[in-house]
């Protein structure tokens, strides 16, 4: 699993200060609002645990899967709820956790969601951001590290559903996904 990695580009220790300026940053904005916390799954649940442990205002979780990468380094263009959420988000302020964004079609496509379903606010906070791949016009509130357009695994993130276990980011070699 490590031999496939080409470069580490965020170590552990990084990856947490970053969580830790991020939650101190969200922990001000949510005083008082209650915020419903939704974790993209499968990528961000990782991320999802760490950031909440460092946002210390009173919250609730609740968790949508959506795919659209599939066994692909490129997205399918077609985002797909695999998962919905158990509560409603009517006249809740919504933070939608996110690993990265990439194209920018599945928060694109979330955010419509859950505007139509009425939600008060909606903010969002991505760990990555890769912006030189966006096809549509989307920035996170909340951003943690700009990525090199790269495909990158670990820390959630996976390729084909693997490596989702590697504590640090790293660069795959091109080779495991080419051949
Ligand atoms: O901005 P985009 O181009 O839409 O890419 C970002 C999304 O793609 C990945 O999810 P994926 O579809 O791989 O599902 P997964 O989280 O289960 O891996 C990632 O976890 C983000 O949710
Ligand atoms: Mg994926």
Known sequence: MYSDIQEVLFSEEQIQEKIKELGEKLSNDFEGKNPLVICVLKGAFIFMADLVKQIRVPLELDFMAVSSYGQST????????????????????????????DSGLTLSYLIDVLERRNAKTISVVALFNKPARRTVEL?????????????????????????RNLPFVGILKPEIYTT
Do not use: C, T
Not at 139 to 163: N, S, W
């Open 74 to 101: 490129k997205s399918s263009g077609v985002v797909k709820i695999i998962k919905d959420l158990d509560v409603p988000v009517e006249g809740r302020h919504i933070l939608i956790v996110e690993d990265i964004i």
């Open 139 to 163: 920035e996170p509130d909340y951003a943690g590290y700009v990525l090199p357009d790269e495909f990158i695994v670990g820390y959630g993130l996976d390729y084909a559903e693997k490596y």
